[in-house]
Nanobody, 120 residues
Framework: VQLQAYGGGMVQPGESLRLSCAAT???????MNWYRQAPGKQRELVAG???????NYADSVKGRFTITTDSAKNAVYLQMDRLKPEDTAVYYC????????????????WGQGTLVTVSS
């Protein structure tokens, strides 16, 4: 299973972007997340969504970003509105998925990263 992320680009402050991340195979996701890493900084969690659609957001993006999934929980999206220069980073999707059931075992999958640049 691979995750393919896309949708990044260069926009001006105040504009919007929508990131998408899809699994190439069928997975049973436990939770799906978007992380980002700005130059010289550590990777940070931006937003997450559980299988039962509970969401959480970093304080810096609350009210501006929205995380959603498709009905099959095989894809995750990040709608980013009112973008700011400080949102500039490489964005990575992450999925924790069940890979075995007796006993239950999970594994982590990462997308390749997509660059978001917010600049005037």
């Amino acid at each position: 299973v691979q995750l393919q992320a896309y949708g990044g680009g260069m926009v001006q402050p105040g504009e919007s972007l929508r990131l998408s991340c899809a699994a190439t195979g069928t997975i049973f996701s436990v939770n799906m997340n978007w992380y980002r890493q700005a130059p010289g900084k550590q990777r940070e969690l931006v937003a997450g969504i559980t299988r039962d659609d509970k969401t959480n957001y970093a304080d810096s993006v609350k009210g501006r970003f929205t995380i959603t999934t498709d009905s099959a929980k095989n894809a995750v999206y990040l709608q980013m509105d009112r973008l700011k220069p400080e949102d500039t980073a490489v964005y990575y999707c992450h999925v924790k998925a069940v890979v075995a059931t007796a006993p239950i075992k999970t594994d982590d999958y990462w997308g390749q990263g997509t660059l978001v640049t917010v600049s005037s």
